[in-house]
């Protein structure tokens, strides 16, 4: 993995500007992803920065929960209310394979700590991958119930080319895991929730955990898609599954002014597509992986 390096990174300070002109603009909703966002050095001071935005209704994070033990009561804190926790695997020797570096037992502790500090919502995503972890699908729902959280299985989402030990992996969809879990568990459908994203949501009658499904691939739902996304750099991406973006660091560290970075951030909606297209046959488009975006 290669590094920015910290001039080409968006400074806290900036972060916020920008979060705050987007909230004077009419956003209500942000969310922190990564990578990993808190690893980023001042990470906490950002959340509390964004917190304190007079517009703001909701602010929520992902994380790979590796500093989550120590960082949850902080976050809370701050004013995050919802939190993604990425977890593909409940092995510990598989767990290793798929993030090359990470710790199962620690990520687990994040989880309690979570649990623990009383967010508003917790939900574990998985990206499920054919002959990786959909062997696991089960033991993961059974993990969020016991845990009284929510759990979202994700179809992979081919941006750079994606594999395990030299070979290339293939999604799973959404419809295939909804029947074998259907098979296990009584599934009541839920209506939208705002802050569950894209996930078709169900509830898992006798319990408190939502199961969630998002498929990019199967049911593409850029129709209700108005998410926009900022990278670590300063890119203002209008799709995860299209390069389209305009260059908000040069805007900042510019003369220009609170309202003329708005107006082009108005303007650059244009740019917004209708869709994308992720079942080509060819190699991905996006060569972007999503350590480099975020979800």
């Known amino acids: 993995m290669q590094f920015l390096p910290r001039s080409e990174v968006l400074s806290i300070e900036e972060l916020l500007r920008v979060a705050r002109l987007f909230t004077e603009l009419g956003v209500r909703k942000i969310r922190v992803t990564g990578g990993e966002p808190l690893v980023r050095k001042g990470a906490i001071d950002l959340f509390r920065g964004l917190g304190a935005l007079p517009n703001l209704t909701t602010l929520a994070v992902t994380t790979n929960g590796s500093q989550l033990a120590s960082a949850a009561r902080s976050l809370k804190d701050a004013g995050v209310r919802s939190i993604n926790i990425s977890l593909d695997s409940l092995r ?23 649990v623990a500090a009383g967010f508003d919502r917790i939900r574990l995503n998985a990206v499920v991958l054919d002959g990786l972890n959909q062997d696991e699908v089960l033991s993961l729902t059974q993990f969020a119930i016991e845990k009284r959280i929510h759990i979202a299985f994700i179809e992979e989402m081919p941006l750079g080319q994606v594999t395990v030990g030299g070979k290339a992996l293939a999604y799973v969809s959404s419809e295939t895991l909804l029947e074998a879990l259907g098979n296990h568990y009584s599934l009541q459908p839920l209506p939208n929730n705002d802050l569950a994203g894209p ?14 499904f998002i498929s990019p691939h199967s049911h593409n739902f850029c129709s209700s898609c ?3 996304r900022i990278s670590a750099e300063g890119r203002l ?8 973006s305009i260059d908000l660091r040069a805007l900042l ?16 909606l244009a740019l917004k597509p209708e869709r994308h297209v992720f079942d080509r046959p060819e190699a991905p488009q996006i060569v972007r992986f999503m350590n480099a975006t975020g979800g």
């Open 92 to 114: 510990a020797e598989r767990f290793r394979e798929i993030t090359r570096v990470g710790d199962l037992n620690t990520v687990l502790r994040g989880v309690d700590a979570a």
């Open 199 to 212: 996930s078709r949501d169900f509830l898992i009658n006798g319990t408190q955990t939502e199961l969630g």
């Open 226 to 228: 108005n998410r926009l």
């Open 237 to 244: 991406l209008m799709c995860l599954g299209n390069e389209e």
């Open 253 to 268: 560290r510019s003369a220009c002014s609170d309202d003329q970075i708005k107006s082009t951030i108005i303007e650059s």
